[in-house]
């Protein structure tokens, strides 16, 4: 779906996609820099959001690598975050001695992270390090070392590029802000 087709629906694109795609290249770059093909990289894509950002990413990496999915919730059916966080999908790899790049489509507060990586850690991985296309630093509540950041961006509501509200714009091949008429 093309921004053109919701207009009304945002108020700014932030990224278009050939920004994305500018940004994704950046970080697998960097990536690659850091890892090598002996390495046992297992990309851990956080459902649903970092779909896209999975998917981008690992073919634009020159690297072989593993992926898996997890899902993780601590929302339930509200919209803040409920500090309890329940694991809807694990992983289906064993994860002792491997070096684990957690892939997120967004940190806002990084409650929900904090815990992943808790977690994660304590499944015995080699390492574990965290790639995110987007940062809202003026969100943060939780301070987190994230070694892979595509851009920091306001604390606004965004949609597209696998970022949602209430299960829609996913599929928006731009990020942009979600106009208040919308959700409110």
């Known amino acids: 779906m093309d921004i053109t087709d919701i207009e009304a629906d945002i108020t700014e694109v932030l990224f278009t996609e050939e920004q994305i795609a500018e940004t994704i290249a950046g970080l697998a770059r960097q990536i690659e820099a850091d890892y090598s093909d002996d390495d046992d990289v297992l990309l851990v894509g ?3 959001g970092a779909v896209m950002v999975m998917a981008d990413l690992a073919r634009e990496l020159r690297l072989q690598l593993n992926m898996d999915w997890m899902a993780v919730s601590s929302y339930g059916s509200g919209t803040q975050s409920s500090g309890v966080v329940r694991i809807l999908k694990d992983l289906d790899t064993d994860i002792t001695g491997r070096k684990v790049l957690i892939v997120e489509d967004i940190i806002d507060s990084g409650l929900t992270l904090s815990w992943l990586l808790s977690n994660l850690r304590s499944r015995g991985a080699a390492s574990v390090e965290i790639c995110a296309l987007l940062r809202k630093p003026l969100a943060v509540k939780v301070e987190i070392d994230v070694k892979y950041v595509g ?5 606004a509501f965004v949609v597209g ?3 949602d509200y209430a299960e829609r714009y996913r599929n928006l091949k731009s990020i ?3 106009a208040p008429h919308v959700y409110a």
């Not at 851009?151 to 604390?155: G, K, L, R």
């Open 46 to 48: 956080v459902l649903r």
């Open 151 to 155: 851009a920091d961006i306001p604390n």
């Open 161 to 163: 590029y696998g970022l």
């Open 176 to 178: 942009g802000v979600l």
